[in-house]
């Protein structure tokens, strides 16, 4: 009788082996095998969601077949105190087992904002406001404080942190290069420099040109010679708030506003856009030449000139063009 219940006991004991071993087989097979997804899909996981909930939606999402093997590997793998909230992008036909690993070490996505240089701060908050993954609201920036650059952030983050960063950006840049400026400028503090590179900024987009043209201007500013500048009247009408989409006419030219570099002397009151780091230096350091004019080329370029009457046939030569 007792020989009975000791063979009865093995059998059970290892027929209980033989079944444990095959759902751990099973239970690795389908952690490792390829999830049902077949294309690429983002999901948001919040703070403070359960393992079972982060399961949960990834099931829903067609990320994972089995909400219950994701919760369970997840706990007695310790990978469940781990995971983290925020953006996930899981490949197609990625399997639960990467999911997890994915999630537990915290691989969100990263989203990139550019800001081209030239752009209006409206416009650079325009761009802001639209940015996906961003909350919140953002208070007005000053005209040219913000700096041009690829921002990235996490879904999530604050709209006014992003405009923080570009402001906190362009002050520091600023400071440096105002440092290391050339000496004589006739430029007094800081802020002269960014409205001026501001005008750089919108007179050209050529590398080759921006010392060239800054060096005009400083020319012309060291003779008192009014910088008339296109761009600053087209912000005059325009205000910044969006690009005129229109040629300049001879009236835009009169009109009053002390944008308007053809009416007024010296520099506008504040930036026309937010400029780069190239314009920025090179206005701090612009190139050393006898130009007082240019003009555009017709080809992306310009045409420059010392003399006014140079100056006057280079804008025959553009309107011939015409």
């Known amino acids: 009788m007792g020989g009975a219940v000791v ?6 004991v290892a027929f209980l082996g033989v079944l444990g071993l095959a759902v751990i087989g099973w239970v690795s097979n389908d952690l490792h095998a390829p999830g049902p997804s077949t294309t690429e899909t983002a999901l948001v996981l919040t703070h403070g969601s359960s393992v079972e909930e982060i399961a949960r939606r990834l099931a829903e999402a067609g990320v994972v077949r089995r909400p219950l093997v994701f919760s369970l590997v997840a706990r007695l793998s310790g990978k469940a105190r781990r995971l983290r909230a925020g953006e996930y992008a899981f490949p197609a036909s990625i399997s639960a ?32 406001t639209d940015a996906h993954g961003l909350v919140g609201d953002t208070a007005a920036a000053a005209e040219g404080s913000l700096l041009p650059e690829t921002y990235h952030y996490v879904y999530g983050d604050a709209r006014q942190d992003m405009v923080t960063r570009m402001r906190v950006g362009m002050e520091e840049l600023l400071a440096g290069l105002w440092a290391g400026r050339a000496s004589d400028l006739p430029l007094e503090t800081p802020e002269q420099a960014l409205v001026l590179a501001s005008i750089v900024e919108k007179e050209t987009g050529r590398t080759e040109e921006r010392a060239r043209i800054a060096g005009i201007f400083i020319n012309r500013l060291r003779r008192g ?35 308007n570099t053809y009416r007024t002397s010296g520099l506008p009151p504040s930036p026309i856009a937010n400029p780069g780091r190239a314009a920025i230096a090179a206005v701090l350091n612009p190139l050393a030449t006898e130009d007082l004019y240019f003009v555009a080329d017709g080809a992306g370029g310009h045409l420059f000139a010392r003399t006014l009457a140079e100056h006057n046939r280079n804008v025959r030569r553009y309107r011939q063009r015409d």
């Open 7 to 12: 063979r009865y006991t093995f059998l059970i």
């Open 97 to 128: 087992f990467d999911a997890l690993t994915r999630i537990a070490r915290g691989d969100i996505v990263i989203r990139r904002l550019t800001i081209a240089e030239g752009l209006t701060s409206a416009q650079v908050t325009a761009l802001v």
């Open 225 to 259: 010679m009014r910088l008339q500048s296109d761009p600053t009247v087209a912000y005059a009408i325009s205000g910044g708030t969006e690009p005129l989409k229109r040629p300049l006419t001879r009236a835009d030219l009169e009109v009053e506003s002390p944008f």
